[in-house]
């Protein structure tokens, strides 16, 4: 079975108003914020996107030596053993006014997947893992986001800081592609 | 801040990585050394070479029957004689040893050996293993690191997905300096 790709598509219009102008730094400040929360409450609050309890681990998977390794005593489940999957969440698609966030590698991707649906489809765990729909926020969190960014989002839109802004970006911006073509260079 | 880069070198028993002038938080580069050497000890601990992408090579059965006598010297009563003896190593046996896993690991010296370090004054970050003694060998650690590497056995470096990770580890640094100014 293909294991679809995850998006969770954030519309910066509805959070900010049509005044939002579309300025790619502060989408990717918006973006990596999304992240960060959603990585921090996954693996610290060890709740789902619902703020229900992601649940505790079974004997047998703590009893294996990864489990030993990485997680010593743990029990209550924070969908983290390396971090790699909540490590490769990143903005995977950006308009003028939406940021998709996903998992731009496809294990991560299918990782993901596995513990949002349950395991929908696999031949062994299908109907027999517990769902953890940990990739969204609540709207109450992208509220606070949106409250966060709104003075940024204002002075982008005025002529004046906006170009003053986007001079201070664009190196960082460079940054920012220069690094991720070294990725896709090594995925490509 | 013109460009950025992160360029990882790995050899035997050494994996340096360098964030080129840029990216400069002491923060940033802690997190990574201490990312690194953490992944390259538990990969190693459950039997994974990250430098191959695969479980490390198996022990010979010789081996594996060696380790076994070990273990029955240290249940035994005499084991005190034993290790009196010199055939049972003084230390003990280090975290998650078995056996018959391969994973670096008999007295635990070795992976404790594992060090990361930060160089800031040039951006750089270095795991490596400390050239410290060994309570059993006159070899060093670094020593035995480069042996076993050199045998068929290389564990410092890092696989694919941790590269991935170092990378996206200073994009999320970039983006969030945005919101600083």
Redo the contacts between chains.
């Keep these: 079975m293909a294991v679809p790709k995850l998006k969770l598509k954030i519309n910066l219009t509805d959070l900010f108003g049509d005044k939002f102008k579309g300025d790619r730094?502060?989408k990717?400040?918006i973006?990596?914020?999304i992240?960060?929360r959603i990585a921090k409450r996954t693996a610290e609050l060890r709740v789902d996107k619902k703020g229900n309890s992601l649940g505790t681990y079974s004997k047998s998977y703590r009893d294996s030596?990864?489990f030993?390794?990485?997680k010593g005593a743990q029990r209550s489940v924070n969908l983290t053993l390396?971090?790699?999957m909540l490590?490769?969440m990143?903005i995977i698609e950006q308009t003028k006014e939406t940021i998709t966030i996903g998992f731009p590698?496809s294990?991560q991707n299918a990782k993901a997947f596995g513990h949002i649906s349950g395991f929908a489809g696999h031949p062994v765990l299908d109907g027999k893992v517990k769902k953890r729909d940990f990739f969204g926020l609540p709207e109450k969190e992208l509220q606070s986001i949106a409250s966060k960014?709104q003075d940024?989002v204002d002075a982008v839109n005025e002529i004046n800081s906006a170009s003053s802004?986007e001079q201070?970006?664009a190196?960082?911006l460079?940054?920012?592609d220069?690094?991720?073509s070294?990725?896709e260079g090594?995925?490509g | 801040?013109?460009?950025?880069?992160?360029q990882i070198n790995q050899s035997l028993a050494n994996l340096k990585m360098t964030l080129s002038a840029?990216?400069s938080s002491g923060g940033l580069l802690s997190e990574i050394a201490e990312f690194c050497r953490s992944?390259i000890y538990?990969y190693t601990?459950?039997?994974q070479s990250l430098v191959q992408e695969s479980k490390l090579q198996a022990l010979s059965t010789g081996y594996i029957e060696y380790r076994k006598r070990l273990t029955r010297a240290k249940k035994s009563r005499s084991s005190k004689k034993t290790r009196q003896s010199g055939v049972f190593p003084s230390k003990g046996f280090g975290a998650?040893f078995s056996p018959s896993?391969s994973n670096l690991t008999l007295t635990g010296q070795l992976l404790e050996a594992l060090k990361s370090r930060v160089k800031k004054s040039s951006n750089q970050i270095e795991v490596f293993v400390e050239n410290s003694s060994r309570s059993d060998s006159d070899l060093t650690n670094k020593e035995v690191a480069e042996k076993v590497s050199s045998d068929g056995r290389p564990f410092i470096g890092l696989d694919?997905?941790g590269?991935?990770?170092v990378?996206?580890?200073?994009?999320?640094q970039?983006?969030?300096?945005?919101?600083r100014?």
């Design positions: 730094s502060t990717e400040a973006g990596q914020e992240i960060d030596l990864d030993k390794v990485s390396d971090g790699d490590g490769n990143d590698d294990t960014f940024r802004r201070l970006d190196a960082t460079r940054a920012i220069q690094v991720r070294e990725i090594e995925d | 801040m013109a460009k950025a880069k992160v840029g990216i992944r538990q601990k459950r039997g998650f896993r694919r997905v590269r991935d990770r990378r996206r580890l200073v994009i999320a970039l983006r969030r300096s945005f919101k100014r």
